[in-house]
């Protein structure tokens, strides 16, 4: 029983050897999940600071040229930003908040979740044109042009 002995006490030893090396790498591991997490909430507390900073201090910046393109191009961003959120609510049938950035229906006056007024919609929803609905307004646009003026369509 001596070498059977020798390999459990082996086999314990290198058991142990193991655990200890897991419970390491699961230390490591969760300090790097925890780092990760801690720079996540500084990058996220940087931004909204500089956000702040950015709305005060528009006008004490506008003699930097720096600053000014740096604006400038933060306001090109949001331009866009608002371009599409218009054409995404347009497609949804949703307005965006202006204030809050959540979508509410176009038929809602205010805002569900911060209350602002909802600008209305202008414009209808168009709906699907009919097959002579293109030819009436061709008809209607250019009334002394006949269908021989129209040429053929040609498919590549």
Same mark, same amino acid.
């Given at each position: 029983m001596g070498i059977l002995d020798d390999v459990v006490v082996n086999a314990k030893a290198a058991a142990?050897?193991?655990g200890r090396k897991a419970g390491q790498i699961v230390d490591v591991s969760k300090l790097r999940i925890g780092a990760a997490e801690i720079n996540a909430e500084i990058a996220k507390r940087y931004e909204v600071l500089g956000q702040y900073v950015y709305e005060c201090s528009r006008d004490n910046l506008s003699a930097d040229p720096e600053a000014i393109g740096q604006m400038t191009e933060i306001d090109e961003l949001k331009a866009q930003q #608002? %371009?599409?959120a218009k054409e995404l609510g347009d497609k949804q049938n949703k307005v965006f908040c202006p204030t809050c950035g959540k979508q509410s229906p176009t038929t809602a006056t205010?805002?569900?979740?911060?209350?602002?007024?909802? #600008? %209305?919609?202008?414009e209808p929803i168009p709906q699907e044109a009919g097959p002579n609905d293109a030819k009436e307004a061709v008809e209607a646009d250019f009334p002394e042009a006949t269908e021989a003026d129209i040429p053929p369509r040609q498919y590549p």
């Open positions: 142990d050897a193991v #608002a %371009a599409i205010f805002c569900s979740a911060c209350g602002t007024k909802l #600008a %209305a919609d202008p």
